[in-house]
């Protein structure tokens, strides 16, 4: 029987190099916002669906997603809308990895909202990435064309750390060393293997 983890944590808590550690040590792991990048990609199966409903947010190199998010961050219908033609494309492809992966004994779901979207009903355990939130503050403001008033308005939408952490079933810290955090995700895959195979 395979166990589904479901791995969230809020931007910039280090979810990202967290995810790849789980891949380091041989599972598999699905990466909800890949997915959305490659289907919003030049021939992605998103592209012309999105320029349909948000005109001039497309181009030669598919989805302009500062363009499109600047459009629906600030009007929450019109993300309802971008959400609506999102979703059900990307719970196909996981639907498609986990029946790839039926023989695994664990499997990684890498979905940033997994709380908010509802997407912890369908997992088995839940690990959430977790910093304080100076050190997360930090890392995203560091990032490319981040401010203060962007990251406030995707910290609205986000379930806040201590309700995600309070839901967990382990809670991965990031504010350490990678070999901490590693030792983190090293431990979760002994516990859940050992688990399924009994």
């Known amino acids: 029987m395979t166990v589904i983890l479901g791995l969230t944590g809020s931007i910039g808590m280090g979810k990202s190099t967290v995810a790849k550690m789980f891949a380091d040590e041989g599972v598999p792991v699905f990466d909800a916002d890949a997915e959305v990048h490659r289907l919003q990609a030049p021939e992605g199966a998103l592209v012309a669906l999105i320029e349909a409903h948000f005109p001039g947010t497309t181009g030669p190199e598919g989805v302009d997603r500062g363009v499109l998010a600047?459009?629906?961050?600030?009007?929450?219908?019109?993300?309802?809308?971008?959400?609506?033609?999102?979703?059900?494309?990307?719970?196909?492809?996981?639907?498609?990895?986990?029946?790839?992966h039926a023989n695994a004994p664990?499997?990684?779901?890498?979905?940033?909202?997994?709380?908010?979207?509802g997407g912890w009903q369908d997992v088995g355990r839940i690990a959430v990435v977790s910093a304080p939130s100076g050190v997360?503050?930090?890392?995203?403001?560091?990032?490319?064309?981040?401010?203060?008033?962007?990251?406030?308005?995707?910290l609205a939408r986000q379930m806040p750390d201590?309700?995600?952490?309070?839901?967990?079933?382990?809670?991965?810290?990031?504010?350490?060393?990678?070999?901490?955090?590693?030792?983190?995700v090293r431990r979760i895959?002994?516990?859940?293997?050992?688990r399924s195979d009994s």
């Not at 895959?189 to 050992?194: G, H, I, K, P, R």
């Open 162 to 184: 201590e309700e995600k952490r309070a839901l967990a079933d382990f809670v991965i810290p990031t504010d350490g060393s990678f070999e901490e955090t590693r030792d983190s």
């Open 106 to 117: 664990l499997v990684v779901l890498d979905i940033p909202l997994l709380f908010e979207a």
């Open 70 to 100: 600047e459009r629906v961050l600030a009007e929450p219908e019109a993300l309802r809308r971008l959400e609506a033609l999102v979703h059900p494309a990307v719970a196909r492809e996981r639907r498609a990895f986990l029946a790839a």
């Open 136 to 154: 997360q503050r930090a890392r995203v403001l560091a990032r490319p064309g981040m401010n203060e008033e962007k990251l406030e308005r995707i």
């Open 189 to 194: 895959v002994a516990c859940l293997t050992v």
